[in-house]
T-cell receptor, first 115, second 112 residues
């Protein structure tokens, strides 16, 4: 009974392609996130959504477009993939914003490799 | 924005010894400080957190301390075991914030 699930787990694609990663949470949370973990393991926020509304866009190139069709889903579409986009992308959710002291639950990650 | 620094980047301890990881943050408005453990190839998972109105919190072999004045917080693991080997991340979040700012991580290796 996975709390935050994302698909696919692995994604290998060529430069210039467009790809999507899907995320779903069954915790009833209001807030969802996308984080990027680079090759040095650094975790950095990309986007935050609260009740389907974009709250944070952390200077991410506009080739990345998140979409939240409802509170339980937050998808990430990436256009014109570049080598530098290779990373592990984590979806996460929390009851409210983490500033309220609520735990963020992470999905299992999507390892994106651009060749 | 918030800047979180974490030290050391790697830590090797003998089984049964203690491990300490330290973090500093820059934004005095930050009020929530979680610690995540990430095993190889797995997701980050919360192991303990502390809020700014508390100076110390303990959960079995794990404890966290917070010094708001100095803007630093630390993770203490006692009686380390091989299964404690992982990457540990500290993080900070400000009130009304919708993101965690993470430290760069500490790779902990527990030698049997």
């Amino acid at each position: 009974d996975t709390a935050v699930s994302q698909t696919p787990k692995y994604l290998v694609t060529q430069m210039g392609n467009d790809k999507s990663i899907k995320c779903e949470q069954n915790l009833g949370h209001d807030t969802m996130y996308w984080y990027k973990q680079d090759s040095k393991k650094f975790l950095k926020i990309m986007f935050s959504y609260n009740n389907k509304e974009l709250i944070i866009n952390e200077t991410v190139p506009n080739r990345f477009s998140p979409k939240s069709p409802d509170k339980a889903h937050l998808n990430l579409h990436i256009n014109s993939l570049e080598l530098g986009d290779s990373a592990v992308y984590f979806c996460a959710s929390s009851q409210a914003g983490t500033g309220g002291g609520t735990e963020a639950f992470f999905g299992q990650g999507t390892r994106l490799t651009v060749v | 924005g918030e800047n979180v620094e974490q030290h050391p980047s790697t830590l090797s301890v003998q089984e049964g010894d203690s491990a300490v990881i330290k973090c500093t943050y820059s934004d005095s408005a930050s009020n929530y400080f979680p610690w995540y453990k990430q095993e190889l190839g797995k997701r980050p998972q919360l192991i303990i957190d502390i809020r700014s109105n508390v100076g110390e919190k303990k959960d079995q072999r794990i404890a966290v301390t917070l010094n708001k004045t100095a803007k630093h917080f630390s993770l203490h693991i006692t009686e380390t075991q091989p299964e404690d080997s992982a990457v540990y991340f500290c993080a900070a979040s400000g009130s009304n914030d919708y993101k965690l700012s993470f430290g760069a991580g500490t790779t902990v290796t527990v030698r049997a």
